[in-house]
């Protein structure tokens, strides 16, 4: 069993930055991949940044240039660094882990950005 706890979601002004951890702990040797999602109200949930075990990364087009995605195998966390941030980025935001055959998702910390 792996949980996830994720920390460093709040309230912002636009403009301003965040920094989620995801922290995986439990029956776990080393994360594969790695994602940060979110859902908006009303809207289905999207996949935000993504990281290999090997460190590549991927972004959605609306976020690229402003956030960064990264991990401390070391800690077995995953961070977003999230700079610039607009209203449009208010969401829950979720942390999924790929760990061997299985992938578990966090409880979700809300960003909200006021104008």
């Known amino acids: 069993q792996v949980q996830l706890v994720e920390s460093g979601g709040g309230l912002v002004q636009a403009g301003g930055s965040l920094r989620l951890s995801c922290a995986a702990s439990g029956s776990i040797f080393s994360i594969n991949a790695a994602g940060w999602y979110r859902q908006a109200p009303g809207k289905q949930r999207e996949l935000v940044a993504a990281i290999t075990s090997g460190g590549s990364t991927n972004y959605a087009d609306s976020v690229k240039g402003r956030f960064t995605i990264s991990r401390d195998n070391a800690k077995n966390t995953v961070y977003l660094q999230m700079n610039s941030l607009k209203p449009e980025d208010t969401a829950v935001y979720y942390c999924?882990?790929?760990?061997?055959?299985?992938?578990?998702w966090g409880q979700g910390t809300q960003v909200t950005v006021s104008s």
């Open positions: 999924n882990v790929v760990v061997g055959d299985y992938d578990y």
